[in-house]
């Protein structure tokens, strides 16, 4: 068993001619040894697919979509032929014991291409009944388009059809040429020569369908394309990396052995630089959404807002939305800079999309459609007159927990003595509520401050949200737990209190450990939120670098090299430098 897959099929009512699984003679594997694997593959992944040969002649395919229901598997899906599913209630039946995604293959855009390829006569018309009923169900549904040398010439045909029938998501697969029915040239195209007609296809069908380009490695890929890219969840012995590889930050599995021996390896030799390997001060792509793009795609948010400065960056963002099968809802106007502290006086700080002033332009991001534009129309802040109930309402679509919502909108309307309570001196926080590096970086969980820093609703919200990234990219969550578990000095806005200075904090984070009064490290990085209000901290950053220990007292701290002393810093008020340590 490797990735969120597990194979169930033993027998196939297709006879594909490029069927990757056509030399395997699996025998029909007992349904108790189905429900070991699930119960195996919760503990690592909140996804399940099943797939291999065709899933769906299984009778006991239910049962083991309700025991995934049972184990609390997020997304329950199959991948398969669709012939089954055209049956009158069959479709139905399954989503009802709990399948969330369902995958179909097409093969081509009318029967003689579809046919000829499955040779089975009828295929086609039943896969085709099978997507035209799913489209009016509630379930994520993908179509699987294999890229051959039949497909690829009718591949603009084959998406309009998908588009005019409702369909919203597509996986365009690179044919694996592993088995005796694929090896083949006269089957398998140049992954150089495919991904040419496919940037095209993209160009023309992506904005109204989300495309991902499934097992072509990105390094064949245009760099302005790179965003379709979809790493394969799936470990397979057939594929063989090279030294380029080990440079590459790109969750790619390498290149299937056979295609080597078909074609060469002269088309992999690019080194491509990780798209989730962040700095804090680096540039950033989409600098501090990324984990809530994360947690929407998995579910545990309904919906997201990002705010992007220009057109540009808006484009940035529906490509890393197409490629997590995200909808987008772009706000209708724009919102000035320097928001105004009369509520009744925003409505001059509105101004239409289209203005050539330069504004904050808000994006809504969801699943689906309708959460996307739900979210856009409730936004309080795009409203002349907020009111605390329409705060609340937004919040919880946000998917933040209930009591830390209630928390805010009370908050907002205290005095910044009362809110200086949210902070206790002195004391570790579950580095799970670190949320001091969400608006400068992608090393964080959440974007809301919890109620308090024990608040169990949030760990929990945040726990999921970083589960949700490892099982897709490990390295980035362990970057994340690594920062987010980082100490760190921060100066606040003293005119706010600690809790609400949302875009007027400043400070330094430390590569170490606190020990009692004292802060051992290795390095820093310097923390600066995107907006700051207020003049710098004051004090030279290189100061820090050049240190290895900080000492505290009751007055403020000192920094030492080794036994020797660099610097002395005495507190102007207790809003400077104030110690916050995580574990």
């Given amino acids: 068993m490797s990735g969120p897959y597990l194979y169930v099929g033993d027998k196939c009512n297709n006879n594909c001619v490029f069927c990757s699984e056509v030399d395997l003679t699996p025998s029909k594997r007992p349904i108790l040894d189905i429900k070991r694997e699930l119960l195996i593959l919760r503990k690592v992944s909140d996804t399940v697919n099943f797939m291999g040969k065709e899933p769906t002649l299984r009778k006991d395919l239910g049962e083991m979509i309700r025991y995934a229901r049972k184990l609390r598997f997020k997304t329950i899906g199959i991948t398969t032929n669709g012939r089954m599913l055209s049956i009158d209630g069959a479709l139905e039946s399954l989503i009802e014991d709990g ?212 057109l540009d960056e808006l484009d940035e963002v529906k490509g890393w939305c197409c490629r997590f099968g995200l909808e987008v809802k772009v706000g209708e106007r724009k919102l000035l800079p320097g928001k105004p502290s009369r509520f009744e006086e925003r409505e001059k700080n509105l101004i239409p999309l289209d203005s050539s002033n330069p504004g904050s332009i808000y994006v809504y991001i969801s699943k689906t459609v309708e959460d996307a534009k739900k979210l856009r129309d409730m936004d309080p802040e795009l409203a002349v007159v907020p009111t605390p109930d329409s705060v609340k309402k937004f919040g919880l679509m946000l998917g933040y927990p209930d009591c830390c919502v209630e928390s805010h909108v009370k908050r907002h309307s205290l005095k910044a003595k009362d809110k200086e309570k949210y902070f206790v001196p002195g004391q570790a926080y579950p580095f799970l509520a670190n949320n001091l590096l969400n608006c400068v970086s992608n090393h964080y969980l959440s974007f809301h401050y919890p109620c308090s820093h024990d608040c169990k609703k949030s760990l929990v919200y945040a726990s999921d949200i970083l589960e949700a990234i490892r099982s897709l990219y490990p390295r980035y969550a362990e970057e994340i737990e690594r920062m987010m578990r980082m100490p760190c ?95």
Avoid at 113 to 128: E, I, L, M, N, P
Avoid at 183 to 191: A, C, G, L, Q, Y
Avoid at 240 to 267: A, H, P, Q, T
Wanted: glycine share 8%.
């Fill in 489 to 583: 000095l921060v100066w606040f806005d003293p005119e706010q209190g600690l809790y609400p200075a949302w875009d007027s904090r400043e400070g330094v984070i430390f590569n170490g450990v606190v020990v009692g009064d004292v802060i051992e490290y290795q390095g820093v990085s310097l923390l600066k939120t995107t907006h700051p209000q207020k003049e710098g901290i004051g004090i030279d950053f290189m100061l820090f670098k050049k240190g290895d220990r900080i000492v505290f007292d009751d007055d403020g701290w000192k920094v030492f090299k080794g036994k020797e002393e660099l610097f002395s810093y005495a507190r102007k008020s207790r809003f400077e430098g104030v110690l916050w340590n995580f574990e």
């Fill in 99 to 310: 399948l969330s995604q369902l995958v179909i293959s097409i093969h081509g855009p009318d029967k003689e291409t579809h046919d000829a390829q499955t040779r089975v006569k009828g295929s086609y018309v039943q896969a085709w009944k099978a997507i035209h009923t799913a489209v009016k169900l509630p379930v994520d549904l993908i179509v699987n388009v294999l890229v051959t040398k039949i497909t690829l010439p009718s591949m603009d045909r084959i998406l309009d059809l998908l588009v005019k029938m409702g369909v919203k998501a597509v996986h365009l697969l690179n044919i694996a040429p592993i088995s005796r029915g694929s090896f083949s040239r006269e089957m398998v195209p140049k992954v150089t020569d495919a991904v040419l007609v496919l940037t095209g296809v993209i160009d023309r069908f992506q904005s109204g369908l989300n495309i991902h380009l499934i097992e072509f490695p990105p390094c064949t890929i245009p760099e302005g394309y790179r965003h379709h890219f979809s790493p394969c969840l799936e470990d397979n012995d057939a594929k063989v990396r090279f030294k380029e590889c080990d440079s590459c930050g790109f969750e790619c599995s390498g290149v299937s052995k056979g295609y080597i021996l078909l074609y060469g390896d002269s088309e992999f030799t690019k080194v491509l630089s990780p798209p989730l390997s962040f700095s804090i001060g680096a540039p950033l792509p989409l600098q501090g959404a990324l984990p809530d793009l994360f947690a929407v795609n998995a579910r545990i948010k309904p919906a997201m807002r990002i705010s992007v400065k220009d």
